[in-house]
């Protein structure tokens, strides 16, 4: 599950930036834009919500990728905490 969000965050990004610079595009734009980019760092925040606690969780850390196959999570608060995939 959680490698799905990292994923999905990596493409929420790059199709942000994509976005921003063309007004259309379709799936293989998207992926040869993806294959253009050697390496990739973005701050990123997460916000989970429990019914158990008062307040919500909030993580802080960076995302980075590196192609062809190297997506890393690195999360700084509330704990240090990496993921690779």
Excluded: C, K
């Excluded at 990004?13 to 993806?34: I, R």
């Amino acid at each position: 599950m959680l490698r799905l969000r990292l994923l999905g965050a990596l493409l929420a990004w790059t199709v942000s930036a994509v976005a921003a610079a063309a007004p259309t595009f379709d799936l293989s734009e998207l992926m040869a834009s993806l294959a253009r980019v050697d390496r990739s760092v973005v701050s990123f925040e997460e916000t989970r919500h429990f019914a158990a606690l008062a307040s919500p969780i909030v993580r802080r850390g960076t995302l980075q990728y590196v192609r062809p196959d190297r997506l890393e999570m690195n999360v700084v608060t509330p704990f240090p905490e990496t993921t690779q995939i």
